[in-house]
T-cell receptor, first 115, second 112 residues
Framework: DAGITQSPRHKVTETGTPVTLRCHQT?????MYWYRQDPGHGLRLIHY???????DKGEVSDGYSVSRSKTEDFLLTLESATSSQTSVYFC??????????????FGPGTRLTVL | AQSVTQLGSHVSVSEGALVLLRCNYS??????LFWYVQYPNQGLQLLLK??????LVKGINGFEAEFKKSETSFHLTKPSAHMSDAAEYFC??????????FGTGTRLKVLA
């Protein structure tokens, strides 16, 4: 299994509080991604990173920010959590060496509940 | 713009029966296509991928998929379902960027 960990694995928080989710990889892969998974929507890309300090928005980026100060860590921040951000969040990585068809490896997910 | 449509959010098959999960894509450039599987409370793992080398792609656990450009389809099949195949399956497309578009998923139930 690819070395990807996510922390925390479960979190319950209240509306309006800031939340940071961490993705850590030991594969030295260049690309890292944050997705959210919701019933009926599949996986939707929030943000992705193509290198240290290089990030770009995905299709559902409103209300989220990211940072990548080291190759191995990609942080997702909800500045002021809302109930609509209750979801399961997945981090993924890919090395990009072979072109756009590289497999993405997924972490175990973080279940976030915003009350 | 790219998109993926998975027909049928839930599919039930009997153990030993053929599994057919449908995926249609839309892409303005030659696509790369993927099938992923997700078991309960786990992340996604790759079943197989199409990268233009061959239209019939074989993956893990006995699954295969055929790329049909004329039908813009990439359906996933397995000749004989096992109880352990019960999971959610996602089709994904990528074309020209490092971003993937995932379908909404099909939950497969295998009946004893």
């Amino acid at each position: 299994d690819a070395g990807i960990t996510q922390s925390p694995r479960h979190k319950v928080t209240e509306t309006g509080t800031p939340v940071t989710l961490r993705c850590h990889q030991t594969e030295n892969h260049r690309y890292m991604y944050w997705y959210r998974q919701d019933p009926g929507h599949g996986l939707r890309l929030i943000h992705y990173s193509y290198g240290v300090k290089d990030t770009d928005k995905g299709e559902v980026s409103d209300g989220y920010s990211v940072s990548r100060s080291k190759t191995e860590d990609f942080l997702l921040t909800l500045e002021s959590a809302t109930s609509s951000q209750t979801s399961v969040y997945f981090c993924a990585i890919s090395d990009g060496a072979g072109g756009t068809y590289n497999e993405q490896f997924f972490g175990p997910g973080t279940r976030l509940t915003v009350l | 713009a790219q998109s993926v449509t998975q027909l049928g959010s839930h599919v039930s098959v009997s153990e030993g029966a053929l599994v057919l999960l449908r995926c249609n894509y839309s892409s303005s450039v030659p696509p790369y296509l993927f099938w992923y599987v997700q078991y309960p409370n786990q992340g996604l793992q790759l079943l197989l991928k199409y990268t233009s080398a061959a239209t019939l792609v074989k993956g893990i656990n006995g699954f295969e998929a055929e790329f049909k450009k004329s039908e813009t389809s990439f359906h996933l099949t397995k000749p004989s379902a096992h109880m352990s195949d019960a999971a959610e399956y996602f089709c994904a497309v990528s074309s020209g960027t490092y971003k993937y578009i995932f379908g909404t998923g099909t939950r497969l139930k295998v009946l004893a």
